[in-house]
């Protein structure tokens, strides 16, 4: 779903979308975010990436069951 052959598929047939999936590697983003600051719970972190708007959204129970998990 994520691909970037979707993606360009979805953009060029004129669809405007939100795409949502749980990432198991921590984002560029929130890693540099993460060495100034720190996260809190709900806390939304926005990046333009290769012309897309890629929101992010912290939640500290989901990160506290992931770091169970992996």
């Known amino acids: 779903m ?3 052959a979707n993606l360009a598929a979805l953009t060029e047939a004129g669809y405007t979308y939100i795409v ?3 990432l198991h590697k921590v984002p560029y983003d929130i890693a540099d975010y993460q060495k100034t600051g720190k996260l809190s719970d709900q806390q939304i972190i ?3 990436q290769q012309g897309y708007r890629v929101i992010y959204q912290y939640r500290a129970k989901r990160a506290a069951l992931d770091l169970r998990q992996y």
């Open 46 to 48: 926005v990046s333009p």
């Open 2 to 4: 994520l691909s970037a």
């Open 20 to 22: 949502g999936s749980r």
